[in-house]
């Protein structure tokens, strides 16, 4: 398996999307139902900066899942193990 590729799909660099379709990934992976950010809550806005700055370090990562066609934002130590 390449590094690119893991069981759960394919990760996406954060480049191969134009802004406008990271940012609407971002914005609706933060507003997911069940998506907890501690006892402290923090605007959309908020989020969604937080989101960006820990895809950009690559301390969270884009994965594509071929077999749904859908993408979601995971951990990069969620893809190590």
């Not at 390449?2 to 507003?31: I, K, M, Y």
């Not at 809550?41 to 071929?66: C, Y």
């Amino acid at each position: 398996m390449s590094d690119d590729e893991n069981e759960g799909g394919v990760v996406l660099p954060v480049e191969s999307l134009s802004a406008e379709a990271l940012r609407n990934l971002v914005e609706e992976f933060v507003t997911r139902d069940g998506t907890d950010y501690g006892a402290v809550e923090k605007s959309v806005e908020a989020k969604i900066a937080s989101v960006m700055r820990q895809l950009r370090s690559g301390e969270a990562r884009i994965v594509f899942d071929p077999e749904s066609e859908t993408a979601s934002i995971v951990t990069a130590r969620e893809l190590d193990t």
